[in-house]
């Protein structure tokens, strides 16, 4: 069975701190990303890496940056957390586009709140 | 550009009766599309997904989803609703122009009266 492992089901952070969030897959998969969800807003991208070492940015990378050193893990860093970083992380992992319609595959979440 | 509007944000619908949850899609060329499913505080769950192979593609579940191009719409649909079915569902686009691009409809939530 594939999976997207992320370490966290549930985090409490205080403000300024620095935060670590951590996804790993298990499926050999070149892409990786990373997604923020808020109600009303739906999932929001933060980064997406397409090899280690390589990465791009999503639609709100302000605040966060992200470190692929190996393929099978893709972490996102929150470097001085704030409140309006409280939020559902989820993580998914997709093969390459010559897999047209591979689907991407998700982890459970993590449910961050900053105090 | 590629763009996925789901038109309901909130479907509610009694026990035993069918659902429709609706889905139009925008892509210069056909794209892939895919339903996901989100139970809540969980990760998302494929449903299923559209392969060119059928036009009506069936998934987990019971549901399925007609792929029309002409209205370029994929539509999830179930005959009967069960009270597990209550969730937040995703229609999701991957674009034939891009490696790493997933696009997410903003969702609608489905809620099941007993």
């Known amino acids: 069975d594939v999976k997207v492992t992320q370490s966290s089901r549930y985090l409490v952070k205080r403000t300024g701190e620095k935060v670590f969030l951590e996804c790993v897959q298990d499926?050999?998969?070149?892409?990786m990303f990373w997604y923020r969800q808020d109600p009303g807003l739906g999932l929001r991208l933060i980064y997406f890496s397409y090899d280690v070492k390589m990465k791009e940015k999503g639609d709100i990378p302000e605040g966060y940056s992200v470190s692929r050193e190996k393929k099978e893990r893709f972490s996102l860093i929150l470097e001085s957390a704030s409140t309006n970083q409280t939020s559902m992380y989820l993580c998914?992992?997709?093969?390459?586009?010559?897999?047209?319609?591979?689907?991407?595959?998700f982890g459970q979440g993590t449910r961050l709140t900053v105090v | 550009a590629q763009s996925v509007t789901q038109l309901d944000s909130h479907v509610s619908v009694s026990e035993g009766t069918p659902v429709l949850l609706r889905c139009n899609y925008s892509?210069?060329?056909?794209?892939?599309l895919f339903w996901y499913v989100q139970h809540p505080n969980k990760g998302l769950q494929l449903l299923l997904k559209y392969t060119s192979a059928a036009t009506l593609v069936k998934g987990i579940n019971g549901f399925e989803a007609e792929f029309k191009k002409s209205e370029t719409s994929f539509h999830l649909t179930k005959p009967s609703a069960h009270m597990s079915d209550a969730a937040e569902y995703f229609c999701?686009?991957?674009?034939?122009?891009?490696?790493?691009?997933?696009?997410f409809g903003s969702g609608t939530r489905l809620s099941i009266r007993p």
């Open positions: 499926m050999d998969h070149e892409n």
């Open positions: 998914a992992s997709r093969p390459l586009l010559r897999q047209m319609n591979t689907e991407a595959f």
């Open positions: 999701v686009v991957t674009p034939y122009s891009s490696a790493s691009k997933i696009i």
């Open positions: 892509s210069s060329y056909s794209p892939s």
